[in-house]
């Protein structure tokens, strides 16, 4: 079985819902990173390890968007969130 990458997120993140949007805050680092709905959608999601294609089809079940579309716009979002340590990157299988 082929090795897979996962995202997870970060224990130490607090978040909260402002109006549909969240705003996450890490209370090691104070980074403060805001979410827009599609991109809640995936941090709530990431309660537990999610693969890309996880997280490609959870967006494409919930918004009128192809995983072509929309799976560019998420490798981005969680290389921003792995820059703000919200997000670790997890290689291997879970």
């Known amino acids: 079985m082929a090795e897979?990458?996962?995202?997870?997120?970060?224990?130490?993140?607090?978040?909260?819902?402002?109006?549909g949007e969240r705003a996450l805050l890490h209370l090691?680092?104070?980074?403060?990173?805001?979410?827009?709905?599609?991109?809640?959608?995936?941090w709530l999601t990431?309660?537990?390890?999610?693969?890309?294609?996880?997280l490609v089809e959870v967006i494409t079940n919930s918004f009128e968007?192809?995983?072509?579309?929309?799976?560019?716009d998420i490798e981005e979002l969680l290389e921003q969130?792995?820059?703000a340590n919200v997000v670790e990157k997890i290689e291997g299988s879970v």
Not at 4 to 19: E, F, L
């Open 4 to 19: 897979q990458t996962y995202y997870s997120a970060k224990p130490g993140v607090m978040d909260c819902d402002i109006g």
């Open 28 to 42: 090691e680092t104070n980074e403060y990173f805001t979410l827009n709905q599609a991109a809640s959608k995936i």
């Open 46 to 54: 990431l309660t537990e390890p999610k693969s890309l294609e996880d």
């Open 65 to 72: 968007v192809t995983a072509a579309q929309c799976r560019p």
């Open 81 to 83: 969130m792995k820059s």
